[in-house]
């Protein structure tokens, strides 16, 4: 089911599918119905519409009066909303995680230079970060460097963030990018993703590493991210809040 103006026709032109906008919740419960399917994984970037340019059609209209006031909160809250009426409506919801387990980040160093105790201060700082903007229901990733939080993720997206970080970053060794989900976020939709163009991005930003969630962040071709990682002399970690301190 693609998403109007979202999905990359490029990617999903292979396989059997219908494009509709995202307002159209009855067209797409129907088209869902009719394929008989029964279980649904939710993938893929999407910004949220504006209710002006949303549109919703009747059967949209009354899943937003179900969906409630999670409509007009943080991202995290409005996916589980949108995910707890997808299965009132009958349909199972699995995570991309739950199917793509091979993507999935392996505990550890994908690069063979790791982080010195300068970027490793910096990653904790991250941590900290992320803990508190998973609070607020805000973003998934900031960029640290030399304790300094340069800037953290909003409505934007990772590759906005770090191409406005750019322009801030401080004389002397290269902050960090750190990606997690937001503590206590349904892991079935927005689960962190990053590939190789985030390590060319985090390379454009003056960046000298990026740590990201062992076991919860799907990876876009690893080893194309390796090799841009190396080329770049960027150091890549998955690890947990927990090993960090």
Known sequence: ??????ADPAAI????????????AGRILALLRNARCQELVVVGPVK???????RPDAEGVRLLARIGRAAFGGDDGLLAAVLRVLGEEGFR?????????EALAPQGLLTEGGPDATAQAD?????????????????????????????????????AMLA?????ARPGPGGVLVKFAKPGQDRRADLPAIGPDTVRAASRAGL???????????????????AAAREAGLFLLATTMEETP
């Not at 089911?1 to 979202?6: D, I, K, N, R, Y």
């Not at 949220?48 to 949303?54: E, I, K, Q």
């Open 13 to 24: 032109g292979a396989y059997p599918h219908s494009t509709v906008r995202i307002g159209a």
């Open 93 to 101: 919801v699995l995570g991309a995680h739950e199917v793509l387990t």
């Open 164 to 168: 406005r970080a750019a322009a801030l």
């Open 123 to 159: 990653i904790a700082r991250g941590l900290a970060v992320i803990r508190a903007l998973g609070a607020a229901d805000v973003g998934q990733a900031c960029v640290v460097q030399q304790g300094i939080v340069l800037a953290v993720e909003a409505i934007e997206g990772t590759d």
């Open 208 to 226: 000298r590493g990026i740590a990201f969630e062992a076991g919860g962040t799907l990876l876009a071709d690893a080893p194309a991210m390796a």
């Open 1 to 6: 089911m693609a998403l109007e103006g979202f």
């Open 48 to 54: 949220r519409p504006s209710m002006l340019d949303l």
